[in-house]
């Protein structure tokens, strides 16, 4: 019978080196399985085309607290950028969903990217919520991403559906 001691060792020895196991590409399969069986067309909601490559914008939504939100969305054909602001809001019209987020996508556009965004419950907290888009805001959201292009000085211009 192995002892405590040497079966903890062991333990943490095997801990030590899970980066190294499968593990490490777990987010490679979520990223797999997310673009195999979660993707549909893109919707035709309106978008600021802004002259920045795909790790620009990343770059500057990210100075702006946006974060990579992929691994709890559907994914949309040829979208290149997906980020998020998560925030604590007291929505009048809906006060048991306390955790919301403004949601950019971006698409490849030959002027640059075009982004789009909406505001929406947070899907880890409000997961049913969030699937049945209540409280689906789309032109918070994009009142959010100009407020970002605006104080950053970022010149674009709408497309619109």
């Not at 192995?2 to 080196?17: A, M, N, P, V």
């Not at 075009?114 to 505001?119: D, G, K, M, P, V």
């Given at each position: 019978m192995l002892s405590l001691e040497y079966r903890l060792d062991d333990f943490l020895g095997r801990l030590r080196h899970l980066p190294e196991t499968p593990l490490a590409s777990l987010r490679r399969s979520i990223w797999w399985i997310r673009k195999t069986f979660f993707t549909r067309q893109r919707p035709g909601n309106a978008g600021y085309v802004v002259p920045l490559t795909e790790d620009e914008a990343e770059r500057l939504l990210g100075h702006h607290y946006f974060d990579p939100g992929w691994e709890f969305s559907y994914s949309y054909r040829h979208e290149i950028l997906n980020l998020r602001r998560v925030e604590f809001y007291d929505?009048?019209?809906?006060p048991e969903y306390e955790w919301w987020q403004v949601h950019i996508r971006g698409?490849?556009?030959?002027?640059?990217?075009?982004?789009?965004a909406h505001f929406e419950t947070e899907p880890t907290e409000n997961p049913d919520a969030h699937i049945e888009e209540i409280?689906?805001?789309?032109d918070r959201g994009m009142d959010a991403l100009?407020?970002?292009?605006?104080?950053?000085g970022v010149e674009y211009h709408l497309r619109e559906t």
């Amino acid at each position: 019978m192995l002892s405590l001691e040497y079966r903890l060792d062991d333990f943490l020895g095997r801990l030590r080196h899970l980066p190294e196991t499968p593990l490490a590409s777990l987010r490679r399969s979520i990223w797999w399985i997310r673009k195999t069986f979660f993707t549909r067309q893109r919707p035709g909601n309106a978008g600021y085309v802004v002259p920045l490559t795909e790790d620009e914008a990343e770059r500057l939504l990210g100075h702006h607290y946006f974060d990579p939100g992929w691994e709890f969305s559907y994914s949309y054909r040829h979208e290149i950028l997906n980020l998020r602001r998560v925030e604590f809001y007291d929505h009048p019209d809906y006060p048991e969903y306390e955790w919301w987020q403004v949601h950019i996508r971006g698409y490849d556009h030959p002027e640059g990217i075009e982004l789009t965004a909406h505001f929406e419950t947070e899907p880890t907290e409000n997961p049913d919520a969030h699937i049945e888009e209540i409280g689906l805001e789309l032109d918070r959201g994009m009142d959010a991403l100009r407020a970002v292009l605006e104080d950053e000085g970022v010149e674009y211009h709408l497309r619109e559906t």
